[in-house]
């Protein structure tokens, strides 16, 4: 089966770590037919050096990996940068998945994969990356929400809780824009996927609910207070009004 490049796909670039080299030349051979640019690394430590130097538009990576595994990889990405990951591993287990996504992975893929699948994944996240406008350099606007003490600027994706910088990943980011934007209002599990995810295959509730815990856990961290988002047992989420 061969990926068919579609010339609508802006060009991006993408790393992809792993350290089986066979994984790294199907994926980077995928990817560059559908018009993206590829690096490849097959270590966790030497992509970490080279990702904090110059942060590329999406990474894809292996959880098991020596040195430094991509649950580390991740964590250690996601304390300064906001940049789509997916991961793409043999790893099988529910709790592995449950894990990357509640370090803030945008996606979860299982080797063997298929190319057509990994190809569409690519550009939705891509996709819903781009949406937010985090490459934006436009003033602020009208796209800035504030609620209270939570402003968030969807051109900048920059997320503030009394004026502390919140550091989130592109659907934390939908996910409590979705929740701000009408307080008291209760979300169901449903509508929040719909705001995450778009046209993204399907995601379960407990998917929703890591990330939402994701959410609750880096606020707190700046504010041990808060206690804004309240789970609804069986119906949602909702913001509180203040």
Known sequence: MTAQKLSHVTASTVAVIDDDHDILDLVETILEM??????????GRTALDSLRAKSPDLVILDIKMPEMDGIELLRQLRLKSRVPVIFLTGKLDEVDELLALKHGADDFIRKPFSQRVLAERVRTVLRRFRSTGVDS???FGNNVMERGHLRMDQERHSCKWKGKDVVLTVTEFRLLQTLATRPGVIKSRDALMDAAYEDQVYVDDRTI??????L?????????TFDRIEALYGVGYRFKDS
């Open 34 to 43: 559908e018009g993206h640019q590829v690096v490849t690394f097959d270590s």
């Open 137 to 139: 350099e436009a003033e």
């Open 209 to 214: 609910d890591s990330h939402v815990k994701r």
């Open 216 to 224: 609750r856990k880096k606020f707190r961290a700046v504010d041990n």
